[in-house]
């Protein structure tokens, strides 16, 4: 049955119709809405996210936990501005997250934005994050910071996600819990926290599995987490995190625009025939320490883990032979370790406090990385011929400080952070037509920050804020050129300007509105050159401009609602012509192009808007909730003349009761996504050589949940 088509573009004026009209209705789930939260991103110490001069916004515990499996990031983040977080149903390539259009040219994993996850970073030294690892059932809070501040925490920080999870407090507490739903979609968790001996503990283990909402799309997921804290001293505070983090998924690559239209939920041909997936297992562990001397701390973290996956992709069999190619598998172990330490003083100063930050970051990782042909003999998508095999080796190495102060009504801060990246590739395979790829490139960078915020009233701050970024090609970019073959050390790192000004301010007790508006001016841009069967290869394009405005409005409102607005207006654009190969629907190859002046960049939605209204009855413990989301077209190519992706509004609905019987606490929850049935593409894969640039949102759907705690 053919579901109703979505207009094909969300009009600025439809979209501010549609805020004034929806406004008294919209919401944000929370049970305890937190108008002004605390936040330690940014600044580094605990500090007023009320009180920086940074886009910087918090999803709370009961927000994260909101009738959600707690599967993917995307469940949380999709009501933060600035942030695009796009489920591509496709769990082999993770979700597509950008801010202020950086990462949006990802075809897989996570680029140009910083990953963290309780001082651990999910970013490795080049840049390349998975938001996958994150373990969203025991989170206490994300804290999302876009921006000038964001250049502070170094390389392909366009932005920066960090996940913290809750320490272990309390009386010893057991918790179990089991949703599931359409697409033979299902999760199960069991947990364990509390206090004992002094000693705060956390642990959780998840297993999640689907058929997919489209076909060969099939993903298991299986996670193990602890957490325990310490006080060694009165003055000192010892935290170690282990997790562990397995999956295995199909992957049905993306569509072109007739066979999307034809069945959004279908596969390439070429993905059943090369049985194209992809396994991940990975385990880590780290450490942090805290001390404090006074008004002085000193912090160290370290860290190890290692990751192997392998990944099956959809290179057709007439490229390998005799042309120079690394084969249609690839298969990688990685180590990865580092160390971060910081020195934080608080002194009074010229009759305000100044609070400074002195640290270092150490970073590296190093690939056993092989390559094999993906067929023996006739059999399709088997492990076959060695084709490639080298040792990829990235290290960073990062000085920075940080300092502010405040005084009367006015708060200065200012960073310097100087960054150098290098990449070393000692290649093993050298045969024939397979030249020898050993080499390295090195990067370095110093990135500056300033920011100034004055306190117009008690209720209102005004601010402005400006930085130097930049962003070096991760490992996966620098791995072919656009003739499909040899490393590319000849990309050159990003460079940008960021400038914002903003405004926050309380409208009465029980309302905070927030408003960025931004313009980032980026030189080099790394942009896609040739994307094809799962391979992507990169180049440097000119200099391009992003302009933009988002807005957040959280409101408690009498009996028992609340609400959040956010709206986002992002203006991307290329200012200088480029050449750049397209994918020709007449003759089904790609093709030499120029991409003219003032085209906006792909992956990008111009506008939009999140929306949520909750009512609660505290007395039963029953809430029901309404939410609402809309994307104007985004265009999946650098030229923007081939079919973009049509702009969308969907709904969902959602409720949920919670009850307690003494020491026994129980939750359960139904959730109704895509209330209006409609067909959308959720996500795109930017620059497809092939064509295949379209991946659909699920229809209606549907998910259900429950869970118990019992505290001893």
Not at 51 to 66: F, N, R, S, T
Request: charge should be neutral; glycine fraction near 12%.
């Amino acid at each position: 049955m053919n579901r109703q088509q979505p207009s094909p573009l969300l009009r600025p004026t439809r979209l501010a119709l549609l805020l004034a009209v929806t406004y008294p209705c919209l919401g944000w789930a929370d049970d305890a809405l937190t108008l002004d939260p605390v936040v330690v991103t940014g600044s580094r110490v605990e500090e007023r996210a009320f009180d920086l001069p940074a886009a910087i916004a918090v999803v709370g515990e009961a927000q994260i936990k909101a009738d959600q499996a707690r599967v993917n990031a995307s469940e949380a983040l999709v009501g933060v501005p600035g942030v695009s977080v796009a489920n591509r149903q496709n769990y082999a390539q993770d979700l597509q997250i950008s801010t202020r259009g950086f990462g949006a040219r990802s075809a897989f994993g996570v680029r140009g934005v910083r990953l963290v996850a309780d001082g651990i970073p999910a970013s490795m030294p080049d840049g390349q994050g998975q938001a996958a690892t994150f373990n969203l059932d025991r989170a206490e809070r994300l804290e999302v910071m876009r921006g000038p501040m964001s250049a502070v925490y170094g390389n392909s920080a366009g932005g920066v996600i960090q996940l913290f999870t809750r320490d272990g407090q309390g009386r010893p507490s057991v918790e179990g819990g089991f949703s599931a739903g359409s697409y033979g979609s299902w999760k199960a968790d069991l947990a364990a926290d509390g206090k004992t001996g002094g000693v705060g503990y956390v642990l959780d283990a998840s297993r999640f599995a689907t058929e997919g909402y489209r076909d060969h799309s099939r993903a298991e997921r299986d996670q193990l987490m602890a957490k325990l804290s310490l006080a060694p001293s009165d003055d000192g505070k010892l935290t170690l995190v282990a997790s562990s983090f397995r999956q295995a998924a199909q992957d049905p690559l993306g569509l072109d625009w007739a066979s999307y239209q034809r069945n959004p939920r279908g596969v390439d041909p070429v993905a059943l025939q090369f049985n194209t997936r992809k396994s991940i297992e990975q385990q880590q562990g780290g450490l942090n320490y805290v001390h404090r001397f006074g008004d002085q701390r000193v912090e160290v973290s370290a860290y190890a883990g290692q990751r192997s996956v392998t990944q099956y992709q959809a290179i057709p069999t007439g490229v390998q032979g005799n042309v120079r190619h690394s084969g249609g598998v690839i298969d990688f172990d990685r180590d990865y370790q580092g160390v971060n330490a910081r020195w934080t003083g608080r002194f009074d100063v010229a009759g305000g406090a100044l609070t400074t930050t002195l640290g270092v970051d150490y970073e590296v990782s190093e690939d056993d990385r092989r390559g094999y042909e993906n067929f023996i003999g006739a059999t399709l998508g088997v492990k076959g011929t060695l084709r490639r095999a080298e040792t990829d080796r990235v290290t960073s190495f990062d000085q920075y400080a940080q300092a502010q102060w405040s005084a009367g009504n006015w708060v200065l801060n200012g960073g310097l952070r100087h960054s150098q990246v290098r990449f070393t590739v000692d290649d093993r395979y050298v045969s024939g037509l397979n030249g020898d790829d050993s080499g390295s490139r090195n990067y370095e960078q110093t990135t500056p920050s300033v920011g100034v915020l004055y306190r117009l009233s008690p209720v209102t701050n005004l601010y402005a804020s400006a930085a130097r970024g930049f962003e070096t090609p991760t490992l996966n970019e620098l791995f072919y050129s656009g003739s499909g073959g040899s490393f590319n050390f000849g990309l050159a790192a990003a460079t940008s300007t960021h400038l914002e000004v903003g405004l926050k301010t309380w409208l009465g007790a029980d309302s905070r509105l927030d408003v960025a508006l931004f313009e980032i001016h980026t030189d080099k841009e790394l942009v896609v050159d040739a994307s094809s069967g799962g391979r992507t290869s990169y180049k440097n394009a000119g200099q391009t401009t992003r302009q933009g405005v988002e807005v957040a409005l959280d409101s408690r409102w009498a009996r028992n609602f609340s609400s959040r607005i956010a709206y986002t207006y992002l203006d991307a654009r290329y200012d200088e012509v480029f050449a750049t190969r397209i994918y020709n629907p007449a003759t089904g190859n790609a093709q030499p192009a120029t991409v003219a002046a003032g085209r906006r960049l792909p992956g990008v939605a111009a506008h939009s808007l999140f929306g949520e209204l909750v009512w609660r009855h505290p007395a039963s413990g029953f809430h029901a909730a309404v939410e609402g989301v809309a994307r104007s077209e985004v265009f999946v190519e650098d030229s923007n003349t081939l079919q973009a992706a049509p702009g969308y509004v969907a709904a969902n609905l959602r409720a949920g009761v919670e009850r307690r019987m003494g020491p026994l606490r129980l939750n359960g929850f139904v959730r109704i996504d895509n209330l209006f049935d409609r067909q959308y593409a959720g996500s795109v894969i930017v620059g497809d050589t092939n064509g295949r640039f379209y991946e659909g949102a699920p229809g209606r759907n549907w998910l259900a949940g429950a869970s118990a705690r019992y505290s001893f």
